[in-house]
């Protein structure tokens, strides 16, 4: 399975962004995908994660109201909604994908497939 992530970038704060990944190779007909950060110097943290149908979500507690996971399952891509952007959200983002099953999942070591991450750098 490959990620290819996109949609991250510069932004001030208070601003919105949206990132992208699309999945491909071998992904089977049910899987979770899942956002993962990581600012400079801190372990990589859960952001939000979708099952392959889009009937479970998770969010990290601290970041609900703010983002929003979406999926489409027809073309293999989770979308990461970010609202009220604020400089404590700046972190390389990456999208990761678990094979199997029908729930998403918070904990790292569900995801087996990473992609290569996009900077998401907010502007105070």
């Known amino acids: 399975v490959q990620l290819q992530a996109s949609g991250g970038g510069l932004v001030q704060a208070g601003g919105s962004l949206r990132l992208s990944c699309a999945a491909s190779g071998r992904t089977g007909s049910s899987y979770a995908m899942g956002w993962f950060r990581q600012a400079p110097g801190k372990e990589r943290e859960f952001v939000a994660a979708i099952n392959w149908i889009g009937s479970s979500t998770l969010y990290a507690d601290a970041l609900k109201g703010r983002f929003t996971i979406s999926g489409d399952n027809a073309k293999k891509t989770v979308y990461l909604q970010m609202n009220s952007l604020n400089p404590e959200d700046t972190a390389v983002y990456y999208c990761?994908?678990?094979?199997?099953?029908?729930?998403?999942?918070?904990?790292?070591?569900?995801?087996?497939?990473w992609g290569q991450g996009t900077q998401v750098t907010v502007s105070s």
């Open positions: 990761a994908f678990s094979s199997g099953g029908n729930y998403a999942w918070a904990e790292r070591n569900r995801y087996r497939y």
